[in-house]
C-alpha cells in the first residue's frame, strides 16, 4: 500500500545527491563512428606525409642523377696508381674494376677497397675521388719476410701432380705470392730468393691470401724480423728456421751451425747470442751449436773454417763444448 511512497524518496535522494549529472545516454554505435572516423583521419595524414616523402625522394634523385652521376663533366678522364710495391698498374686497375669514361660518382668506393684487399699482395688500399675527372687509388703493399713450401699434391695414383712450391709470407703471417713472382723482394731490399726459409709449417695450413694460424710461425717470424734489425743483421746470416719442435726455434746458419731459440723472450736471447758472436774465443771460428734457451751459462760448439775461407786452417776442426757465462760477460768478468 505504501510501496510508492518508498519509491518517490529513493528517486528524491538520488537527485538531491548528484543535482548536475545529466541523464544522457550516448548509443554505442555513435561512439563507433567516431573512432572511426578518426581512424581514417590519421590514416589519411599519414598517406599525405608519405607521399610527400615519397615525391621528394624521387626529386632528390633525379637532381643527383642529372647533376652527378650522368653528368659528362665527372666522367674518369685519368685514374693515378700510387703503390708502395712492385704491383703493375694495369692490374691494380683490373682488381679495382674501374676504367676511365666511367662516372666519378658511380664508383662504389667501398667495394674497390674490397676488392682490391682481397688480393694476397695488398695490406691496405685507399681510394679518393679527384674533382672533376680523377681517380686516386693508394696501395700499401705487403712485404715478404720469409718463405714457405706449400703441400705436394698428388692423384689417386700417388703420382705428384703439383711439386711443392715456395710462398713468400710477411711478418703477420699472411701468405703471398710464389717466390719469383713480379721480382719481388723482402725487409729491406733482399731479393726474395735469398729470404729465410720457415721449415716444420704444417702445409695444410698453407693458402694463399689467408694467415697461417699458428703460434710458432709466428713467433719464428718475430725472430726472423728482429734479426734484420741493424743491430743483428751484420752478424747473422742464416738460412732457415724450424718450427717442428713447440716452444723452440732452431736457427740454421748458412754454415751449417744450429742456434736453438726458446719460443719467448726472442729479444733477450738474441742478445746474449751478440756477446756469444762477439766473444774473443770465437775468434777464427764458426759456431756449430749453441742453446739459447738454458739461460745465462750458453753451450757453445764451435768448428774451424775451411781452408779455402781461412789461409793455412789445414781441415776442419769440431771444438769441444764450451760455456759461456753472459752474466760475467756483461759485467766484465772472466770467462770459464
Known amino acids: 500500500m505504501f510501496n510508492w511512497i518508498n519509491e518517490n524518496s529513493r528517486e528524491n535522494r538520488r537527485k538531491r545527491r548528484d543535482p548536475c549529472k545529466l541523464d544522457v545516454k550516448v548509443r554505442c554505435s555513435q561512439r563507433v563512428q567516431a573512432q572511426v572516423g578518426r581512424g581514417m583521419l590519421w590514416l589519411a595524414t599519414l598517406m599525405a606525409a608519405g607521399l610527400v616523402v615519397f615525391g621528394l625522394y624521387h626529386a632528390f634523385t633525379f637532381f643527383v642523377s642529372k647533376s652527378l652521376t650522368e653528368n659528362a663533366a665527372y666522367n674518369i678522364n685519368e685514374i693515378k696508381i700510387e703503390t708502395d710495391g712492385t704491383l703493375p698498374h694495369p692490374q691494380i686497375v683490373d682488381l679495382a674494376g674501374v676504367r676511365e669514361g666511367q662516372n666519378l660518382f658511380a664508383v662504389d668506393l667501398p667495394g674497390v677497397r674490397a676488392a682490391l684487399e682481397s688480393h694476397p699482395v695488398i695490406r691496405r688500399a685507399e681510394i679518393r675521388r679527384l674533382l672533376p675527372d680523377k681517380?686516386?687509388?693508394?696501395?700499401?703493399?705487403?712485404?715478404?719476410?720469409?718463405?714457405?713450401?706449400?703441400?705436394?699434391?698428388?692423384?689417386?695414383?700417388?703420382?705428384?701432380?703439383?711439386?711443392?712450391?715456395?710462398?713468400?709470407?710477411?711478418?703477420?703471417?699472411?701468405?703471398?705470392?710464389?717466390?719469383?713472382?713480379?721480382?719481388?723482394?723482402?725487409?729491406?731490399?733482399?731479393?726474395?730468393?735469398r729470404l729465410p726459409l720457415l721449415t716444420g709449417v704444417d702445409a695444410k695450413l698453407i693458402k694463399p691470401g689467408r694467415r697461417i694460424e699458428s703460434e710458432q710461425v709466428q713467433k719464428a717470424l718475430d725472430l726472423v724480423h728482429l734479426c734484420e734489425g741493424a743491430e743483428f743483421?751484420?752478424?747473422?746470416?742464416?738460412?732457415?728456421?724450424?718450427?717442428?719442435?713447440?716452444?723452440?726455434?732452431?736457427?740454421?746458419?748458412?754454415?751449417?751451425?744450429?742456434?736453438?731459440?726458446?719460443?719467448?723472450?726472442?729479444?733477450?736471447q738474441l742478445k746474449r747470442l751478440k756477446i756469444v758472436l762477439t766473444h774473443p774465443s770465437r775468434a777464427g771460428r764458426i759456431i756449430a751449436t749453441c742453446d739459447l734457451s738454458v739461460g745465462l751459462n750458453i753451450p757453445v760448439t764451435y768448428f774451424a773454417p775451411p781452408a779455402s775461407i781461412v789461409p793455412g786452417a789445414a781441415s776442419v776442426a769440431m771444438s769441444?763444448?764450451?760455456?759461456?757465462?753472459?752474466?760475467?760477460?756483461?759485467?766484465g768478468g772472466r770467462h770459464p
Not at 703439383?162 to 699472411?174: K, N
Not at 751484420?234 to 738460412?239: G, I, Q, V
Not at 769441444?320 to 759485467?331: A, E, L
Request: aromatic share 4%; net charge neutral.
Open 320 to 331: 769441444g763444448p764450451q760455456i759461456i757465462n753472459v752474466r760475467n760477460t756483461t759485467s
Open 135 to 193: 681517380l686516386h687509388i693508394i696501395i700499401s703493399e705487403r712485404v715478404p719476410i720469409a718463405q714457405v713450401y706449400t703441400k705436394t699434391v698428388r692423384d689417386a695414383a700417388g703420382r705428384v701432380t703439383a711439386p711443392p712450391t715456395a710462398c713468400l709470407i710477411d711478418a703477420t703471417a699472411v701468405v703471398m705470392k710464389p717466390v719469383g713472382v713480379f721480382g719481388a723482394t723482402g725487409e729491406g731490399g733482399k731479393p726474395a730468393v
Open 233 to 268: 743483421a751484420p752478424l747473422l746470416d742464416f738460412d732457415r728456421v724450424d718450427v717442428a719442435v713447440d716452444g723452440f726455434l732452431v736457427m740454421v746458419m748458412r754454415q751449417g751451425g744450429l742456434v736453438t731459440f726458446a719460443a719467448e723472450n726472442l729479444a733477450a
